[in-house]
């Protein structure tokens, strides 16, 4: 049974512009939708931003820093508004949709908070195995 992750996305959006959240899988498997995204369109975006992240993350070397560079956030900037996409955890990425008129400092910030919740929900406790003696 999947853990109803609905709160973390719609807390997402609270701040002003805030338009749609998505929480998907590596391999690019809807995980979770806001509320008021329809899931036949959210799987379609889950799908791009599963191929969004992984050039992401190839395109690091680009930095040019002499180091390993990691990826932490993409920013996609359209006339009408931004899509921000950030990792949530091992396997899953968080991405959200917003106005041209959004605090983006704002939105990175929650995304990070939620982020950061998602991981303790998703954590499940290790199981005893029975005559192990634990």
Known sequence: MNPDLSWALNDVLQVRGARHAILVSSDGLLLEHSSEFGRDDAETVAAAISGMQSLSRALAP????????????TLLEYNDGWIFL????SGAYLAAT?????DMEAMSFRMQQQV???GKALMTPLREHPGSGA
């Open 62 to 73: 680009f930095i040019g820093s002499g180091h390993t560079t990691g990826w932490r956030q």
């Open 98 to 102: 917003a106005g041209a008129d959004v």
């Open 86 to 89: 950030i990792a949530a955890g």
């Open 116 to 118: 950061s919740a998602l």
